[in-house]
């Protein structure tokens, strides 16, 4: 069966520290998709990345790099030089790939609260 | 701008009485969701539809009806059946099914219900 873990509920850091969240999955499929989305407290969420399960290679966008180890099923997110703006609650996702004509089933963790102190 | 819209952002019910949330998408995907969020969750899923005219139960649909009519519309009903409808509910879209698209969501819409 699909899980999402974020064992972190909430973290608190100081602006400028480097934060990273914790996202652990479990899943039977050899093909399957992760994603991150973050929540602002305005409530929308924002996709932040997609990553398919035969691209091992981290990923960086400016502050943000993602380390995804398959042999730890996990897909931690980090932020460098944390701003107040960060400050949200973060979403680990997976979907396994069916078929084009089923239902991806997106299967959300339960997050984690990121508190960015000035 | 492409986007996803939900009206209203904050909805105030009467028990008894069934609302219905609006979510419309100019983003030309071809699959919507709906979303529930409680305090401290995460999302559950409602309801989903990949085509128009078609749609599927997700996770928690009971209580919950939905339409779509229009691939750019797709509105959810919370009934009285919904014995405890106060909650955040999203609405999302993507593209097709089958590649596992990132979801786009709307702003929200929270209802409470007295």
């Known amino acids: 069966a699909q899980k999402v873990t974020q064992a972190q509920t909430e973290i608190s850091v100081v602006e400028k520290e480097d934060v990273t969240l914790d996202c652990v999955y479990e899943t039977r499929d050899t093909t399957y998709y992760l994603f991150w989305y973050k929540q602002p407290p305005s409530g929308e969420l924002v996709f932040l990345i997609r990553r398919n399960s035969f691209d091992e290679q981290n990923e960086i966008s400016g502050r943000y790099s993602w380390n995804f180890q398959k042999s730890t099923s996990s897909f931690n997110f980090t932020i460098t030089a944390s701003q107040v703006v960060d400050s949200a609650v973060y979403f680990c996702a997976l979907s396994e790939a069916e078929s084009v004509t089923s239902y991806d089933k997106v299967i959300f963790g339960p997050g984690t609260s990121l508190s960015v102190i000035p | 701008d492409g986007g996803i819209t939900q009206s209203p952002k904050y909805l105030f019910r009467k028990e008894g009485q069934n609302v219905t949330l609006s979510c419309e998408q100019n983003l030309n995907h071809d699959a919507m969701y709906w979303y529930r969020q409680d305090p401290g969750q995460g999302l559950r899923l409602i309801y989903y539809?990949?085509?128009?005219?078609?749609?599927q139960k997700g996770d928690i649909a009971e209580g919950y009806s939905v339409s779509r009519e229009k691939k750019e519309s797709f509105p959810l009903t919370v009934t009285s059946a919904q014995k405890n409808p106060t909650a955040f509910y999203l609405c999302?879209?993507?593209?097709?099914?089958?590649?596992?698209?990132?979801?786009?969501f709307g702003p929200g819409t929270r209802l409470t219900v007295t």
């Open positions: 539809s990949q085509i128009v005219n078609d749609f």
């Open positions: 999302a879209s993507s593209r097709r099914q089958g590649q596992s698209y990132e979801q786009y």
